[in-house]
């Protein structure tokens, strides 16, 4: 654990929310001399070499997503955190741009659903990307009021997540986006976890003054499966902590197109996001890795080339933004949802209802994420 941390915290209080707190601090600056940087990282004591099966994703497979072959990919895992695997950008050069366009412009559009559709009618939220492209190729100053995309917190997938009572359930389902689950078949195969289904994804638009409160994901009935993340667009402090709030959270970056692999006694870990980082001086890592994608481009590839005109517009968020995907498993195999008690049964009438009633609330989820556009409320 953090020396400046370790000072700082009294036995029995909650280590967690003051090292959140410590991170999230504008003025003064913290200091972030213990925050773990994968992409320096040489194994020691605290990091150790993480074991994928190279096996089980031939190179093909992995370039059809815009993975580099597994061999190649640089994964740690964490003294004191089994099951948790860090994998320091495995992707091909050139191929985020795919992966942050379909988050930006493919995945927020209908049916999947995103806080918007919390009170705005479904014509209005149907076309997100395209309602974005004028405003957002203005200059940030002229640019009032602020884009959908702009005003865009977070799209669920597949299982839709109701932040309200923090489950999934058979009725709110949408198909999940092929490629996404073939990416992340893929990524839990190598991590060890072959058979993999993506049921439901959760993604995360952080401006760069957002956060995400500490929490725990344990509403998917599976725990035995991992839970995946991937990171696109500026860089973020992420605090992974233990199973209590006393716990104190060890500090890693996150840097785009950076995979975490919670699984194992790491599933069920409390963990925040307190600080987005500001864009370096100069042009992102994203940005000058250009669209090399034609060498690699496969037989059935997924990845496909990003036009100009879109990732102009990906790339002008993406500099002031970040993106989180997460992709879970909710059911075991063969598993299905619980029957509801009948007192909580509705019908799809009620449900209609009550979904637009409870809306306001229902902007920003349960988990707090904090951001000047919304106050958010966050059950930390
Ligand atoms: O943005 C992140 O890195 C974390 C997101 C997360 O924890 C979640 O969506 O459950
Ligand atoms: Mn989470």
Not at 110 to 116: A, R, V, W
Not at 140 to 165: A, F, S
Not at 313 to 333: A, E, G, H, K, P
Not at 349 to 368: I, L, M, N, P, V
Request: overall charge neutral.
């Amino acid at each position: 654990m953090a020396k400046m941390a370790a000072s700082m915290i009294e036995s029995g209080e909650d280590a967690f929310r003051k090292i959140f707190k410590f991170y999230k601090r504008r003025n003064p600056p913290p200091d972030f001399s213990d925050v773990i940087d994968f992409t320096k990282a040489i194994p020691c004591e605290k990091i150790v070499p993480a074991k994928l099966d190279t096996t089980a994703v031939s190179d093909v497979e992995a370039a059809r997503v815009g993975l580099q072959p597994v061999r190649d990919w640089k994964a740690f895992g964490l003294q004191g955190y089994p099951g948790f695997i860090f994998i320091s950008n495995p992707f091909l050069r050139g191929s985020q741009r795919f992966w942050v366009r379909q988050c930006l412009k493919t995945y927020p559009q209908k049916p999947n659903i995103c806080n918007l559709d919390m009170h705005m009618s479904p014509s209005d939220t149907q076309d997100i990307w395209g309602n974005s492209v004028h405003g957002l190729s203005m200059s940030p100053r002229k640019r009032e009021p602020k884009t959908l995309l702009e005003r865009l917190r977070w799209v669920t997938l597949g299982y839709h997540y109701n932040w309200d009572t923090k489950t999934y359930s058979a009725s709110n389902y949408t198909p999940f986006p092929a490629d996404l689950h073939l990416l992340s078949v893929h990524l839990a195969a190598a991590c060890g976890f072959p058979g993999f289904i993506s049921e439901a994804g959760i993604l995360n638009y952080y401006r760069s003054d957002s956060s995400l409160g500490i929490h725990v994901d344990e509403s998917e009935l599976d725990h035995t499966q991992p839970l995946l993340s991937l990171s696109f667009g500026q860089s973020a402090i992420f605090l992974l902590g233990g199973t209590c709030r006393q716990d104190p959270p060890t500090a890693m970056y996150m840097n785009s197109g950076d995979v975490m692999v919670m699984s194992g006694q790491s599933r069920l870990l409390y963990h925040a996001v307190p600080r987005i980082l500001p864009p370096p001086q100069g042009p992102t890592a994203l940005e000058t890795e250009g669209c090399g994608l034609a060498s690699s481009m496969q037989d059935g590839a997924v990845v496909e080339l990003v036009s100009e005109e879109d990732w102009t517009l990906c790339s002008r968020y993406i500099q002031s933004s970040r993106v989180n995907v997460t992709v879970r498993q909710v059911l075991r195999q063969g598993q299905s949802f619980p029957e509801a008690p009948s007192s909580l049964q509705r019908t799809d009438a009620d449900q209609a209802t009550g979904y637009h009633e409870e809306a306001a609330d229902r902007d920003s989820g349960k988990r707090k994420r904090s951001n000047s556009d919304s106050a958010d409320t966050v059950q930390t």
